[in-house]
């Protein structure tokens, strides 16, 4: 059973950081791109970043209002990804999600406020 | 970045009754390997997305076959026959071709 699971979110001040996490279990993490995406408090859903398998030499995109500031990453010896997130700012506010693209985890909420 | 829109933006139906919901986007959707990367999600209330569709008319492991997804280039449907109580919620196309990843604005489906 695929199983994804985030977690890490909480309350931050602006131009804090946060390291999120995302625990997956139950299929071949290794050769899986993985994703992080986000619902806004209006529950518009983003697309945040993604990162491709090693065979693809770890390659990773960001959207646009996150580049230079939020950085994904994996460690496939713990089948898990993170995304470290620095310099937050008040709009980050979401639930952000762990992804495969076929299976999305519960989410874990970020509240960027001061 | 290519922009999804979703219509309409809700929809209020009867169990047993069958909608559609159009998704339409602002450059072709058909990739270099000439797959087409649209899908359909469900939210439903309280939880996480789920995607119900795939490369346009694909369905995913244990999504029954009264979901159906059509169209080509820029011009996509979802629909759903014969509505069940388990099908309310929102309703999401996602485009996977181009980056980023961009979604339609949703289709809110209630019960009437």
């Known amino acids: 059973e695929v199983q994804v699971l985030e977690s890490g979110g909480g309350l931050v001040q602006p131009g804090n950081s946060l390291k999120l996490s995302c625990a997956t279990s139950g299929f071949t993490f290794s050769t899986a791109w993985m994703h992080w995406y986000r619902q806004f408090p209006e529950k518009r859903l983003e697309w945040v970043a993604r990162i491709k398998a090693k065979s693809n030499n770890y390659a990773n995109d960001y959207t646009e209002s996150v580049k230079g500031r939020f950085t994904i990453s994996r460690d496939d010896s713990k089948s898990s990804i993170y995304l470290q997130m620095n310099n937050l700012k008040e709009e980050d506010t979401a639930i952000y999600y762990c992804?495969?693209?076929?299976?999305w985890g519960p989410g874990t909420m970020v509240t960027v406020s001061s | 970045d290519v922009v999804m829109t979703q219509t309409p933006p809700s929809l209020s139906v009867a169990i047993g009754q069958s909608v559609s919901i159009s998704c339409k986007s602002s450059?072709?959707?058909?990739?270099?390997?000439?797959?087409?990367?649209l899908n359909w999600l469900l939210q439903s209330p309280g939880r996480s997305p789920k995607r119900l569709i795939y490369q346009v008319s694909k369905l995913d492991s244990g999504v029954p076959d009264r979901f159906s997804g059509s169209g080509s280039e820029k011009d996509f449907t979802l629909k759903i026959s014969r509505v069940e109580a388990e099908d309310l919620g929102v309703y999401y196309c996602?485009?996977?071709?181009?980056?980023?990843?961009?979604f339609g604005g949703g289709t809110k489906l209630e019960l009437k």
């Open positions: 996602l485009q996977g071709t181009h980056l980023p990843r961009t």
């Open positions: 450059q072709s959707l058909v990739a270099s390997d000439k797959k087409t990367y």
């Open positions: 992804v495969r693209p076929d299976f």
